[in-house]
């Protein structure tokens, strides 16, 4: 049945965490404004997590930070994979039907800072395709 999908899925995510690595700061427009940072699984880049650079920490998802100042982006990567080593997974899933998905949360001092999708039969780490085609631009000469 489709909760034998979510047990798989959530399976899945929990054999993942482990490896998820913040790979590469993605700061919005005109230097300021939020800070995103993407992370990346084996290569796929599978969303964002919000950073804070009052608390140097992961803000909650859906919560972005405005900040106008400078960032070391070493710094910010060193933070959030810290907080990556000491996340876990929410033991629930949200199924997206128009994507045939399952999208598990990944929490993080009580927080849901970042959200696995996986297929619908609980199988794949799907990519964000937008992510992906970032990483892509960023690594062209």
Same mark, same amino acid.
């Given at each position: 049945?489709?909760?034998?999908?979510?047990?798989? @899925?959530?399976?899945?995510?929990? $054999?993942?965490?482990?490896?998820?690595?913040?790979? $590469?700061?993605?700061?919005?427009?005109?230097?300021?404004?939020?800070?995103?940072?993407?992370?990346?699984?084996?290569?796929?880049?599978?969303?964002?997590?919000?950073?804070?650079?009052?608390?140097?920490?992961?803000?909650?998802?859906?919560?972005?930070?405005?900040?106008?100042?400078?960032?070391?982006?070493?710094? @910010?990567?060193?933070?959030?994979?810290?907080?990556?080593?000491?996340?876990?997974?929410?033991?629930?899933?949200?199924?997206?039907?128009?994507?045939? @998905?399952?999208?598990?949360?990944?929490?993080?001092?009580?927080?849901?800072?970042?959200?696995?999708?996986?297929?619908?039969?609980?199988?794949?780490?799907? @990519?964000?395709?937008?992510? $992906?085609?970032?990483?892509?631009?960023?690594?062209?000469?």
């Amino acid at each position: 049945m489709y909760w034998e999908h979510a047990v798989k @899925a959530i399976t899945l995510a929990e $054999q993942v965490l482990p490896s998820l690595r913040a790979f $590469q700061v993605a700061r919005h427009p005109k230097e300021h404004g939020p800070i995103d940072v993407i992370v990346v699984y084996s290569g796929l880049a599978v969303d964002v997590v919000h950073y804070d650079p009052y608390t140097k920490t992961p803000s909650p998802k859906g919560r972005p930070v405005e900040y106008l100042g400078e960032i070391d982006p070493r710094e @910010a990567l060193s933070h959030i994979n810290t907080a990556l080593r000491e996340a876990y997974v929410l033991r629930g899933a949200e199924y997206r039907k128009p994507e045939d @998905a399952w999208i598990v949360p990944i929490a993080w001092n009580n927080m849901i800072i970042l959200h696995l999708k996986i297929s619908g039969d609980g199988g794949r780490l799907i @990519a964000d395709p937008g992510l $992906q085609r970032r990483l892509r631009e960023a690594a062209r000469p």
